[in-house]
């Protein structure tokens, strides 16, 4: 059973930068993709970004591409969302989950880390 935890997220102004974490514990963790997602005010869960564990291969959703980066930490099981040049339409709770079927599902849903940006 894998736990993952997400953190990082808070109140920022549009143009600052955030960094989120997500650190898995679990007596084995080894999954195909870790991947961001987040959940706008009003809005259906979205793609952000997922990264290959083993080869830290990365995909971004489009509208994202340039300002957001993932990485991951193997070593640690933590997984990164550095957001540079936040913008308010930014604002979610950021959600991260793992896939061990290749990226056709996810799982491991944690609580979410608000993320706010003003304008």
């Known amino acids: 059973q894998v736990e993952l935890v997400e953190s990082g997220g808070g109140l920022v102004q549009a143009g600052d930068s955030l960094r989120l974490s997500c650190s898995a514990s679990?007596?084995?963790?080894?999954?195909?993709?870790m991947a961001w997602f987040r959940r706008p005010p009003g809005k259906d869960r979205e793609f952000v970004a997922r990264?290959?564990?083993?080869?830290?291969?990365?995909y971004y959703a489009d509208s994202l591409k340039g300002r957001f980066t993932i990485s991951r930490d193997n070593v640690k099981n933590t997984m990164y969302l550095q957001m540079n040049s936040l913008k308010p339409e930014d604002t979610a709770v950021y959600y991260c989950?793992?896939?061990?079927?290749?990226?056709?599902?996810?799982?491991?849903w944690g609580q979410g880390t608000q993320v706010t940006v003003s304008s």
């Open positions: 989950a793992a896939s061990t079927d290749s990226g056709r599902t996810y799982h491991g």
């Open positions: 679990g007596r084995t963790f080894s999954p195909d993709f």
């Open positions: 990264i290959s564990w083993s080869r830290s291969s990365t």
